[in-house]
């Protein structure tokens, strides 16, 4: 009983969520600053389901959190569909238009597809309770945060994984079965 009142306590979001500290680091968007070229490009280099948008690379203040596939799909649009976009044009997820010069190429606003209230627990959560949260609301992936800066991200899979882990060092525990 006393291990599993020491697990129960000692597990935490921090201990789950990626990157692990010898991972390269969150594959963030900012909101604006970036261009069509370096999105296409971390979208090419990566697979991950989703990014997290931040205010800039420097604060780490989460914005939103956007599904690979509809950044997929709008960025097709934008090429195919909007006047005048090309490679350097900007991305934007602000609200508002941040000031440009006149003879840069048109911008690809992609705001309408930004999840503005991504879960987020901080690193000191305890995953008994991430679990928890989800399984009630259906969770694909939560975001976590310390003093409002974004570090990390725990999907799904992340919580089988750990799950399984546990339950290979740990038979008996009842708390995620
Ligand atoms: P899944 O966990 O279902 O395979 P993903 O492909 O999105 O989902 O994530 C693969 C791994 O990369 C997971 O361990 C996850 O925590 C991590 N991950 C997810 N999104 C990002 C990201 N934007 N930057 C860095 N790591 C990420």
């Known amino acids: 009983l006393e291990a599993k009142e020491e697990f129960r306590h000692k597990t935490l979001a921090t201990d ?3 990157p692990r500290r010898s991972d390269p680091p969150l594959s963030v968007l ?8 370096e999105v296409e490009r971390l979208i090419a280099d990566t697979t991950y389901s989703g990014f997290p948008v931040v205010i ?10 956007v599904l690979r596939r509809d950044l997929v799909i709008s960025l097709e649009n934008a090429r195919r569909n909007q006047e005048g976009v090309v490679s350097m044009s900007s991305i934007l997820f602000t609200e508002c ?3 440009m010069s006149p003879s840069a190429p048109p ?3 992609l705001r309408s597809i930004l ?6 627990v901080t690193v000191h959560t305890p995953m008994e309770i991430v679990v928890d949260i989800f399984r009630k609301l259906g969770l694909r992936q939560c975001l976590v945060i310390q003093n409002g800066r974004l570090l990390g991200i725990i999907t799904k ?3 089988l994984k750990h799950m399984a882990q546990m339950a290979n060092r740990d038979p008996d ?3 995620f079965n």
């Open 16 to 18: 789950v969520m990626r």
């Open 56 to 65: 800039s690379e420097q604060s780490q203040r989460l914005v939103g959190f």
């Open 157 to 159: 899979k992340d919580i």
């Open 30 to 37: 900012t909101q604006s600053g970036m261009t069509v070229e």
């Open 115 to 120: 999840d503005l209230s991504p879960f987020t």
């Open 107 to 109: 911008a690809v606003k």
């Open 97 to 99: 238009d941040p000031p």
């Open 173 to 175: 525990s009842i708390l």
